[in-house]
């Protein structure tokens, strides 16, 4: 048997107890028939040291089927604007607007790079990812932002298909959770090497991925609501539309299938379990990849800055904290544990804050134009 690590922030919920439930099942050993034996240090112990066989590494599990991006401090019918622990929030988490003009203070003599994910990002969050629209707004915000400053799209999904919604060729894309990178071909601005940047870590999974995708199309077919998505280095099942009653039963799902795979883990995103390769890659890894990319590698003058929504946003939040360099934004209308420095509520606000960021750098142009 192979020791797997186990990393729990909520057992307890619905889906991490089916889940668990499940992988117990997987190695032979009873689930839990009650909520409690999995309380305290003595639960995450257990978890922790739980040998899973040939079953796939979990190495995070869905905190919850109603809010799965990073852990809720707060359930939305509890909360409150004037919750203390909400107010302690926002002091540590302020909002990027209202921090406008200490962001841009701290960008002085720096290049700044920007970083945006997707879904929930640049576009409202859907019951269809087909359908996750951009608005054209939004997109004119973008397309501004990136004549002014190197920008990626960091997304989970497949490359291709997030360039579809976003349509803006000079742009940066790291789909799958950065593990299909792309720039563009010529990039004399910010790339001295004038070379388009392609960087595939994950090539040999591609067959396996594309097995377990189409296994999972297959057996899902008997959830209502479920949906699987190929985003060629990952794969994805959303949970968004499926009943309460019948979480278990996909949760259990996916853990029969992925015991079969174990150079495949499963993560969690919103409302999504993402199955991705073993090989230490995320969107923290990217960032930093699309920096050195980009010349700034160990660069004192650059500023990145990520803005995000997701679960996944958080490799790369933590990065930029671990740097000591640049700022994370985390998107949310409630209060989340997170490696980000500042938030905004919602997309309308992210494209309030690209906007200002493109009025402040003509100004300051204007300004150095003019000495």
Partial sequence: MTKQNVVVSDANSPINMAITAAVLKSAGRKPPTVPGNYIGKSKKKLLKNLEIGTGPRISTWIDSMRASSPT??????????NDEEHGSWILNHPSALNMFEQITNASKGKQMVMFLDYDGTLSPIVDDPDRAFMSDAMRAAVRDVARYFPTAIVSGRCRDNVYNFVKLAELYYAGSHGMDIKGPAKCEKYNK????????????????IEEVYKILVEKT???PGARVENHKFCASVH???VEEQRWSALAELVGS????????RLTQGRKVLEIRPTIKW????????????????????????????????????KVLRDRGQG???????????TNASYSLQEPSEVKDFLLRLVEWKRL????????
């Fill in 282 to 317: 995320d969107k923290g890894k990217a960032l930093e990849f699309l920096l050195e990319s980009l010349g700034f590698a160990n660069c004192k003058n650059v500023l990145p800055v990520y803005i995000g929504d997701d679960r996944t946003d958080e490799d790369a939040f």
């Fill in 327 to 337: 700022f994370g934004i985390l998107v949310s209308k409630l209060p989340k544990d």
């Fill in 72 to 81: 809720h401090m707060k359930s939305a019918a509890s909360f409150s604007a």
């Fill in 193 to 208: 090497d004038n070379q388009a940047v392609l960087f595939q870590p994950a090539s040999e999974f591609l067959p396996m």
């Fill in 364 to 371: 300051s142009l204007r300004r150095s134009s003019k000495v």
């Fill in 221 to 223: 077919k008997s959830i």
């Fill in 257 to 264: 299938v992925l015991k079969d795979y174990p150079k495949l």
């Fill in 239 to 241: 949970y968004r539309c």
